[in-house]
């Protein structure tokens, strides 16, 4: 166990958590709805600090982070738990279970290793991803503070449901972000997310603010966050609030968890949806989780032509030169380098 940061004593020996907007008042011996920051003898504890469970090296592509480094490798890290109750979690196997409480909640692995681990594997970048990066905030916090010392550029991949202290704590360390905007509406993350979109939107504002590179994920699940309104309102947020030239994922959903009843996205949904982002005004609309699909590749905004090449997650082409549109010159938005073009 370690000390939890961004806790407040309550009376009767209650913990008032503070590290999202759940802000959880935990009594004496109970954790929070996380599940993972426990309450002992009035003292918050983070049971899952550094403990890994899940330790890969991916492709950046697979975070999804297009505009980052094409071709890259990123070491990917993640810690058990969620401050998230998603009923189509691709990752509940990880993100629902609970140390302590559960067979296996990761092995000791520490934020040293975790870096010698990402040098070794010859990676350009480190994401904190799979589960929710804010539960296990301050082994996360280590993490990222040791890879921004020795060069190596950080990444968060998120629900964006994290207050703005703790946020701002960390922002220094971050090179970008992957944010998932899972839907438009309150009711929809309240009953299917467990959540809140509010907090989310203004993670999203904070870190645009900050100056970390932003890009943005929403799963077409069908039926709940696929309709028409909800898409184009997520276009226009994301144009308007964060910029055209904040990169918008559109992802194919598939039955998973405790929604194995719907159907897969149809691709005429995740066409619908990239149109839909192109005409508000977004430069870059993907289509994820649909390999091979026309809206996997970059195009040049300007000029239109083709600039990476996908499928899946792997770069087959890249025209790139210098990170600028071999054709018109027009410099693509994101961040290059000139071992990753």
């Not at 010698?116 to 480190?126: F, M, Y």
């Amino acid at each position: 166990m370690h000390p939890a940061l961004y806790s407040v004593a309550a009376p009767g020996g209650q913990v008032l958590c503070r590290l999202c907007p759940h802000d959880c008042v935990i009594a004496p011996g109970r954790s929070g709805l996380c599940g993972v920051r426990q309450n002992r003898e009035g003292v918050l504890y983070s049971l899952n600090y550094g403990k890994a469970i899940a330790l890969h090296v991916d492709p950046i592509e697979k975070k999804p982070l297009y505009h980052v480094y094409p071709g890259s490798r990123c070491f990917s890290i993640a810690a058990a738990g969620c401050n998230f109750r998603c009923r189509f979690c691709q990752n509940h196997e990880i993100s629902q279970i609970r140390p302590g409480q559960d067979v296996w909640g990761g092995r000791e692995v520490t934020a040293r290793l975790v870096i010698e681990q990402a040098v070794a594997g010859g990676c350009r970048t480190l994401a904190c991803t799979y589960t929710e990066p804010t539960v296990y905030y301050e082994y996360a916090l280590e993490i990222c503070r040791l890879a921004h010392a020795q060069g190596i550029d950080t990444i968060w991949v998120t629900n964006g449901f994290i207050h703005e202290p703790p946020l701002r704590e960390i922002a220094p360390c971050l090179t970008a972000a992957n944010v998932d905007l899972k839907g438009w509406n309150e009711d929809f993350y309240h009953s299917v997310v467990g959540g809140a979109l509010a907090p989310v939107l203004d993670t999203l504002r904070l870190l645009k603010k900050l100056g970390i590179w932003l890009e943005v994920t929403t799963l077409a699940v069908p039926g709940y966050s696929d309709d028409e309104e909800s898409l184009h309102a997520i276009a226009l947020f994301i144009k308007d609030e964060l910029g055209p030239e904040t990169p918008w994922h559109i992802s194919r959903f598939y039955p998973q968890y405790r929604m194995i009843d719907l159907p897969p996205t149809p691709l005429e949904v995740l066409h619908k949806a990239r149109r839909i982002g192109l005409e508000a005004g977004l430069r870059y609309v993907y289509t994820g989780n649909a390999p091979g699909d026309i809206g996997e590749n970059t195009y040049c905004y300007r000029c239109g032509v083709l600039l990476i090449e996908r499928s899946g997650y792997t770069i087959s082409a890249n025209y790139l030169e210098s990170g600028c549109c071999p054709q018109c010159r027009t410099k693509l938005d994101g961040l290059f380098s000139k071992e990753a073009v």
